[in-house]
């Protein structure tokens, strides 16, 4: 059965970075037929898709533009996870974080959700 | 800040039918796959249809989908008080280079 495992803190300074993890087991990140996101989730926002990464010879990864300016999200494949990077957070970055697998254009494995709160 | 609109609540009594709208444009919907999703208070959205109408496995025939120019509609038939859920639509925003979603609709079975 392939499940991600989110990790990482769940409260964050305001100008700090947020780093979050997801392990994946059941599969392998380097699986070039899917891809792994990060979507967040918050009452002012909705769903909100921040970027993907995958694995074609080498790590390839996408970004919202609303965020592509201070977002890193890498893949791991000695660990088997991926992991999401948020720089310079402010308070309207508060949100549940979901680490999700794209499999053919189909969303279908979603990690629990991490909620991270900004606040000093 | 969605980019697809969706109807804030539908609702209706158990054993009967809703549906649930999702516009979008030619840049999203008009040229891409819809998804939908379900999401219960407290976790994480799950795949209910993919492809515009197809259901992954375990899925009951009860839900559909459907799409035409830049719409695309999700039905709930039987409806039973384990369906009251938050709903979502999703696709690729050809124009944004981002996966977008819809606004979300509650259900409430009355």
């Known amino acids: 059965q392939v499940q991600l495992q989110q990790s990482g803190p769940g409260l964050v300074k305001p100008s700090q970075t947020l780093l979050l993890s997801c392990a994946l087991s059941?599969?392998?990140?380097?699986?070039?037929?899917?891809?792994w996101n990060w979507i967040r989730q918050s009452p002012s926002r909705g769903l909100e898709w921040l970027g993907r990464?995958?694995?074609?010879?080498?790590?390839?990864?996408h970004y919202a533009a609303s965020v592509e300016s201070r977002i890193i999200i890498n893949g791991d494949t000695s660990k088997n996870e991926f992991s999401l990077q948020l720089n310079s957070v402010t308070l309207e970055d508060t949100a549940v974080y979901y680490c999700?697998?794209?499999?053919?254009?189909?969303?279908?494995?979603w990690g629990r959700g991490t909620l991270v709160t900004v606040s000093s | 800040q969605s980019v697809l609109t969706q109807p804030p609540s539908v609702s209706a009594a158990p054993g009967q039918k809703v549906t649930i709208s999702c516009s979008g444009g030619?840049?999203?919907?008009?040229?891409?796959?819809v998804s939908w999703y379900q999401q219960f208070p407290g976790a994480a959205p799950k795949l209910l249809i993919y492809?515009?109408?197809k259901r992954p496995s375990g899925i009951p025939d009860r839900f559909s989908g459907s799409k035409s120019g830049s719409s695309a509609t999700l039905g709930i038939t039987g409806l039973q008080t384990g369906d009251e859920a938050d709903y979502y639509c999703?696709?690729?925003?050809?124009?944004?280079?981002?996966?977008?979603f819809g606004t979300g609709t509650k259900v409430t079975v009355l």
């Open positions: 059941g599969d392998r990140v380097s699986n070039s037929s899917v891809s």
């Open positions: 492809e515009n109408d």
């Open positions: 030619s840049s999203n919907i008009g040229n891409y796959y």
């Open positions: 999703g696709t690729w925003d050809g124009g944004l280079s981002a996966r977008v």
């Open positions: 999700v697998r794209d499999s053919n254009w189909r969303l279908d494995l």
């Open positions: 990464t995958n694995y074609r010879s080498k790590w390839n990864s």
